[in-house]
């Protein structure tokens, strides 16, 4: 990972944008239907460090390449993050290539290397990202503190949420029936119910490329990840970064993991988990092949 990505909360916040032209009005165009209040700066004031403080974020747009790199120090010694419009060195963050759905935003980056290749990824991902997934998560942000007090443990809490993620909660949030959708979540709440685990059996030699989607959504989702020796590290890159790792477990061990209702995910290589899965099948384990 040669950036770290992060995400700046909004509300009540405001964000500096110095310059004037095509580059700082497609900066003030990112934020529009946020929350921040945007502060446009003349290329007088965007010298000046006082300028900028208070503001979350300072974007500087100009052709001048000195008058960029003043700014960019003014906005700096206020301590604000600043971005330099097509000039990557002097920049602390560069702007990604950014999926907007409210509550939901994903955003793709290249380091400023391949603003076009950034954009490609965004739309395939957007096509894939419906339009009302911001009203799902706001429903759990609504009923966070519901959903913390019904279950405290973090594991059976994540449970929970795979299990309400794909409810008809989640459903009538999608298709805008906010009243609908806290009175089934509540509904499931006082149920709960929890999502079954399992353990998902899938042949990592590589290369990632060729995981089915399927298969990438069991890895992020996944409590537990037991890996063979000889497993592409591209492959378990892809799943949950706090997600518990065994280099082996017994078929017993599996099995009291998914009666806890954890979810398991077996990179494997090799066909020596066959016999594995036999024993677990044999014991009433839930099982599944997931397609590489």
């Not at 974020?57 to 960019?72: K, S």
């Not at 279950?151 to 298709?175: C, N, Q």
């Not at 119910?193 to 996944?222: C, D, F, H, I, M």
């Not at 280099?247 to 998914?258: F, H, K, R, W």
Request: charged residues 25%; negative net charge; glycine residues 8%.
């Amino acid at each position: 990972m040669d950036a770290f990505p992060a995400f700046f909360p909004l509300a009540g916040r405001s964000v500096a944008i110095a310059g004037e032209g095509k580059g700082a009005d497609a900066k003030a165009r990112l934020f529009l239907g946020s929350p921040a209040t945007v502060v446009r700066l003349d290329n007088a004031a965007a010298l000046n460090a006082k300028s900028y403080e208070g503001m979350a974020l300072a974007f500087i747009a100009g052709d001048d390449e000195v008058w960029a790199r003043e700014a960019a120090d003014a906005a700096r010694a206020a301590h604000v993050p600043v971005n330099v419009v097509d000039r990557p060195t002097l920049c602390d963050f560069t702007t990604p290539s950014i999926i907007d759905r409210g509550a939901v935003v994903a955003a793709i980056g290249t380091g400023g290397a391949s603003p076009m290749l950034a954009t490609m990824l965004r739309q395939d991902i957007e096509a894939r990202t419906p339009e009302g997934i911001g009203r799902v998560a706001e429903l759990f942000r609504a009923l966070q503190d519901e959903v913390r007090t019904a279950f405290p443990d973090a594991g059976a809490r994540r449970r929970f949420l795979r299990t309400a993620l794909t409810s008809p909660a989640a459903e009538a949030a999608l298709a805008g029936d906010t009243d609908a959708a806290r009175l089934r979540l509540r509904d499931l709440l006082a149920s709960g119910q929890v999502s079954s685990g399992a353990v998902n059996y899938l042949e990592a030699a590589g290369p990632a490329e060729r995981l089915t989607l399927k298969a990438v959504r069991a890895l992020a989702a996944a409590d537990t990840l037991v890996c063979d020796p000889g497993i592409n590290p591209d492959i378990l890159a892809l799943s949950r970064r706090d997600a518990e790792r065994l280099d082996q477990a017994t078929v017993t061990e599996l099995g009291d993991m998914v009666r806890a209702g954890q979810l398991v995910v077996r990179l494997v290589a090799g066909a020596d988990w066959l016999t594995e899965q036999a024993q677990l099948d044999a014991m009433g384990v839930r099982t599944e092949r997931l397609a590489a």
